[in-house]
Nanobody, 124 residues
Framework: QVQLVESGGGSVQSAGSLRLSCVSS???????MGWFRQAPGKEREGVAT????????IYAESVQGRSTISKDNANNSWYLQMNDLKPEDTAMYYC???????????????????WGQGTQVTVS
């Protein structure tokens, strides 16, 4: 069983920044890693994803240009740097990972097998 531990959430004012971190108990070599968010009453949505080993990234339109996903193989970790945060970014943020291929789009939650417990981001 793979365990993911997230950190870095918190409360910030509009235009502020946060960096979320996720650590995997299994080496991330060959995986696809992602960040998702879910606001109250809304479906979970993909924010950003990065694939190993190419490092190719994909972003949701809502965060494009304001967020950067990155990875650190040595520490089995990936990150989401979020800048110019807006109140509409308020949500529980989850990291997720999979080592399996899938027909689901890269930002679909259905593509991912393992999930973190979530970290709250509140922007006011």
């Amino acid at each position: 069983q793979v365990q993911l531990v997230e950190s870095g959430g918190g409360s910030v004012q509009s235009a502020g920044s946060l960096r979320l971190s996720c650590v995997s108990s299994k080496p991330i070599r060959g995986s696809r890693m992602g960040w998702f968010r879910q606001a109250p009453g809304k479906e979970r949505e993909g924010v950003a994803t990065i694939i190993e080993p190419s490092g190719k990234t994909i972003y949701a339109e809502s965060v494009q240009g304001r967020s950067t996903i990155s990875k650190d193989n040595a520490n089995n970790s990936w990150y989401l740097q979020m800048n110019d945060l807006k109140p509409e970014d308020t949500a529980m943020y989850y990291c997720a990972v999979t080592w399996d291929g899938s027909a689901h789009p890269p930002l679909s939650p259905l593509r991912y097998a393992y999930w973190g417990q979530g970290t709250q981001v509140t922007v006011s």
